[in-house]
C-alpha cells in the first residue's frame, strides 16, 4: 500500500494531460452514441474539481440514508450487491464502453479500482451495521487523511491534515471506546480501501476514456459482491420494491459520485482530494440535521468547522502551487 500511496504524488501533471486528452476526443472523434463522455467532458469544464467532488459528497450521503432503510430487507451486503450490479448495469448501458485495445496494465488498473471499490462497500456496510453512520464515517475518512499525509510532497498539506484530523476526531466526540469493536474494525479497513480508490480511480480516469473505466470496474466489483450478497439476501434480491431502492442506492451512491470523483481526479491532485473527503463526516452531520432532524452540538459544529477550513486551506494551497510556475 506504500508504494500505491507514494505514486499518487505525480497526479497533477499527469491530471492535466489526461484531461486535455479526454476533451480532445470528446470534440473530434468520440462516437455519437457516447452521450455520456460528452456530457462528463462539459461538466468537467463547467464546474470547477472541488465542486465536483462536494456534490459527490452530498449524493454519497443522502444515497446511504436509502441504504440503510434497505438493511432490513436485504442485508449489509445484499444492499452492496444491490448498489454495485445496478450501478454496473446502468454504466455499462450508458457508456457502452470498448474491451479492445488496451494493455494488461490498463486492465490491471481496472481490476485494482473494481476491486477496491467493491472491497470499501462491504466493509463500510458491514461496519454500519453494527455501529452509528455518524461513527463509521468518521472512522472511515481516517483512510484519506492518512494518504494526504503521505502523498503530499508539500509541508503545508501536513498542517491542513492535521487540521482535519482534529476536526474528525472531534466530531467523533471521543466516544469510539463504546463502539462495537468489530463494526470499528470494519469501518477503519473501509478507510484504508478507501484510500486505495483514490489511488485506482486516478489511475483509471487517466488510463481510459471518459467513464468507460469506472463502467468496467464497477462490473468487476459486482461480480465481486454477487456472490456473496445471493448467500445473505437470497431471493430478497429480486423483490420488485427492493430493487426500486437498490436502484436508488445504486444511483446517489455509485453512479453519480464516482463519475464525480472521477472527473475531479482528472484535475485535482490525490492530496487535496484526500483532504477534501474529510467533508465527508460534515456532509453526514448536516444530512442528519436537515432530513432526520438531528441537532448538533457546539462540538460537532466546531468539528465541522475545523474540517471545512482544512478543506478550504487545501484547495488554496493547491491553486496557489498550480499558479506559481505560470507566474515565473
Known amino acids: 500500500m506504500d508504494s500505491q500511496v507514494a505514486e499518487a504524488a505525480p497526479v497533477p501533471a499527469a491530471d492535466s494531460v489526461a484531461g486535455s486528452a479526454v476533451g480532445s476526443a470528446v470534440d473530434s472523434g468520440a462516437p455519437s452514441g457516447r452521450r455520456t463522455g460528452r456530457a462528463s467532458g462539459v461538466a468537467s469544464r463547467r464546474f470547477g474539481p472541488v465542486a465536483l467532488v462536494v456534490a459527490g459528497g452530498f449524493s454519497v450521503q443522502f444515497g446511504s440514508a436509502v441504504a440503510v432503510l434497505l438493511m432490513p430487507r436485504a442485508g449489509a451486503l445484499g444492499v452492496v450487491t444491490l448498489r454495485l450490479v445496478l450501478a454496473a448495469l446502468v454504466l455499462l448501458l450508458v457508456c457502452r464502453p470498448k474491451v479492445r485495445g488496451y494493455s494488461r496494465a490498463d486492465w490491471g488498473t481496472v481490476v485494482a479500482f473494481g476491486a477496491a471499490m467493491a472491497g470499501m462497500n462491504i466493509l463500510f456496510y458491514q461496519s454500519i451495521d453494527r455501529i452509528p453512520l455518524g461513527a463509521a464515517v468518521t472512522l472511515e475518512v481516517l483512510g484519506p487523511l492518512v494518504l494526504s499525509v503521505v502523498a503530499s510532497r508539500r509541508l503545508v498539506n501536513l498542517l491542513w491534515a492535521g487540521l482535519a ?141 475545523l474540517v471545512i477550513a482544512a478543506s478550504i486551506g487545501a484547495v488554496r494551497t493547491q491553486k496557489a502551487a498550480a499558479a506559481a510556475p505560470a507566474a515565473t
Open 165 to 305: 484530523f482534529g476536526g474528525v476526531a472531534l466530531l467523533g466526540g471521543g466516544g469510539f471506546g463504546g463502539l462495537d469493536p468489530l463494526g470499528a474494525g470494519f469501518a477503519l479497513a473501509a478507510g484504508a480501501m478507501w484510500a486505495a480508490y483514490i489511488v485506482f480511480s486516478a489511475r483509471t480516469g487517466r488510463r481510459f476514456p471518459q467513464a468507460d473505466g469506472l463502467a468496467l470496474a464497477m462490473a468487476f466489483g459486482a461480480v465481486l459482491s454477487l456472490p456473496l450478497g445471493i448467500a445473505e439476501a437470497g431471493g430478497a434480491l429480486v423483490v420488485p420494491s427492493t430493487v426500486a431502492l437498490g436502484l436508488g442506492v445504486a444511483l446517489l451512491s455509485s453512479v453519480l459520485p464516482y463519475t464525480l470523483e472521477l472527473l475531479a481526479l482528472r484535475r485535482l491532485p490525490a492530496p487535496t482530494f484526500a483532504v477534501l473527503m474529510s467533508l465527508e463526516p460534515a456532509i453526514a452531520a448536516g444530512a442528519g440535521f436537515l432530513v432526520l432532524h438531528q441537532a448538533l452540538s457546539v462540538a460537532e459544529g466546531l468539528a465541522i468547522a
